[in-house]
């Protein structure tokens, strides 16, 4: 991927039985994710992109069905990315997943530097440095033996626009809603370009990104979690380990 275009070819909308492949990705997620606890693997997966192209939706139900015991979500604000004594991927490093965890970003480390560069407060020089640093510290993650997974939800301002305002106008939905939110919207052209500075540059072999067209919502979660089930069947091993001498104790044991 060079860059994300601003006129992305849209798919059209979803025409399957979504509730039948929906359970069937979530079942294959669930296998895969027991596979990952069993051998151990780490995985990161980020949940990026526009206010309104269907993030929270997707993440929901790619965890539907997991163990919550071997997963983590956080949630990254709109101005993570601030000056403080420590380098600013600090929070980061303290929050990577143990062996056989996931930890699931909602908006990432990508979020507040891009927010910086679309509403001018962050020149090229340090813009590009700040990307190199991402790309080292993915690279990192990387050779340790850690799947990380890039989706980007996008969606045009037409709808972007409609999705916000349902927002705005719910009686309850209205309060979840902050400032920064409008942000993308409101300066979307610029939100654009410094997005596909960042594709430029952050698109690489070893953390590639998966555009996912958030314009129908159906497609949208059903492309999001086919992503997610084709990085774990790449990564997690299809066969269960050797058996060790705990696993066979346990074997040898009669219950009942």
Same mark, same amino acid.
């Given at each position: 991927?060079?860059?994300?275009?601003?006129?992305?070819?849209?798919?059209?909308?979803?025409?399957?039985?979504?509730?039948?492949?929906?359970?069937?990705?979530?079942?294959?997620? =669930?296998?895969?994710?027991?596979?990952?606890? *069993?051998?151990?693997? %780490?995985?990161?997966?980020?949940?990026? @992109?526009?206010?309104?192209?269907?993030?929270?939706?997707?993440? &929901? /139900?790619?965890?539907?069905? $997991?163990?919550?015991?071997?997963?983590?979500? $956080?949630?990254?604000?709109?101005?993570?990315?601030?000056?403080?004594?420590?380098? $600013?991927?600090?929070?980061?490093? *303290? /929050?990577?997943?143990?062996?056989?965890?996931?930890?699931?970003?909602? &908006? #990432?480390?990508?979020?507040?530097?891009?927010?910086?560069? !679309?509403?001018?407060?962050?020149?090229?020089?340090?813009?590009? /440095?700040?990307?190199?640093?991402?790309?080292?510290?993915? !690279?990192?993650? !990387?050779?340790?033996?850690?799947?990380?997974?890039?989706?980007?939800?996008?969606? #045009?301002?037409?709808?972007?626009?409609? %999705?916000?305002?349902?927002?705005?106008?719910?009686?309850?939905?209205?309060?979840?809603?902050?400032?920064?939110?409008?942000?993308?919207?409101?300066?979307?052209? @610029?939100? %654009?370009?410094? $997005?596909?500075?960042?594709?430029?540059?952050?698109?690489?072999?070893?953390?590639?990104?998966?555009?996912?067209?958030?314009?129908?919502? %159906?497609?949208?979660?059903? =492309?999001?979690? #086919?992503?997610?089930?084709?990085?774990?069947?790449?990564?997690?091993? #299809?066969?269960?380990?050797?058996?060790?001498?705990? *696993?066979?104790?346990?074997? &040898?044991?009669?219950?009942?």
């Amino acid at each position: 991927m060079d860059h994300l275009s601003s006129e992305v070819e849209r798919e059209a909308p979803f025409t399957g039985d979504y509730h039948a492949e929906l359970d069937a990705l979530q079942k294959t997620l =669930a296998q895969l994710q027991f596979a990952q606890i *069993v051998h151990k693997k %780490r995985a990161i997966v980020l949940f990026e @992109g526009w206010e309104g192209a269907g993030k929270l939706a997707a993440l &929901r /139900r790619v965890t539907a069905r $997991w163990d919550p015991c071997h997963f983590r979500t $956080w949630c990254v604000r709109q101005d993570e990315f601030r000056e403080t004594g420590q380098h $600013w991927l600090t929070p980061y490093w *303290v /929050r990577l997943p143990e062996a056989g965890d996931s930890a699931l970003y909602f &908006r #990432s480390w990508y979020n507040g530097i891009v927010r910086a560069r !679309a509403l001018g407060e962050m020149k090229d020089k340090r813009f590009l /440095r700040a990307l190199d640093e991402i790309n080292e510290f993915e !690279a990192q993650q !990387a050779e340790h033996g850690t799947l990380l997974v890039k989706l980007f939800f996008d969606v #045009s301002a037409e709808v972007q626009a409609q %999705r916000l305002h349902e927002r705005a106008s719910h009686p309850w939905r209205k309060f979840s809603m902050e400032p920064e939110d409008l942000l993308g919207h409101s300066a979307h052209e @610029g939100y %654009r370009a410094a $997005w596909d500075e960042m594709f430029v540059h952050c698109d690489t072999r070893w953390a590639p990104w998966h555009v996912i067209d958030g314009s129908d919502k %159906r497609l949208c979660r059903i =492309a999001a979690l #086919s992503a997610v089930a084709k990085a774990f069947e790449k990564a997690m091993p #299809s066969e269960p380990p050797a058996e060790d001498e705990r *696993v066979a104790i346990l074997a &040898r044991q009669r219950f009942g």
